[in-house]
């Protein structure tokens, strides 16, 4: 028997408008079925986080914000990759993604991003 998910993750309302807007430019600048499918992967990825979302290393540029944010890389072509960032909420057993950060960004603007 398959074991249920031991968090549930939790999409910020500014994490929704990132992956929106990560929508936008993978629909410009690719295929409509490569934008699909990369659209599924990056979600699925943030989603995955139910069950091991400790597998992801520790953000220092967020520490100061005291969630101990971590983040996934999902690398979506050769030279650009998407950082997944989330922080963990042990007593609620949630986990909640706060970002989709696309490397061709300046990484100067995560601070303001994840507050």
Known sequence: MEKGPD??????PEAEI???????YLYRTHSKDSADKKADKILD???????NPYRGRI??????LGKDH??????YTSRKSIKIIYFIDEQAKKVFVTDF?????????IPDRNK
């Open 7 to 12: 968090y549930i993750v939790e999409i910020t």
């Open 18 to 24: 990132y992956y929106l807007q990560l929508l936008d």
């Open 45 to 51: 990825m943030a989603m995955s986080l139910d069950h």
């Open 59 to 64: 953000d220092e540029k967020l520490s100061f």
């Open 70 to 75: 971590r983040f996934l890389i999902y690398q």
């Open 101 to 109: 950060f696309g490397s061709e960004m300046d990484e100067k603007k």
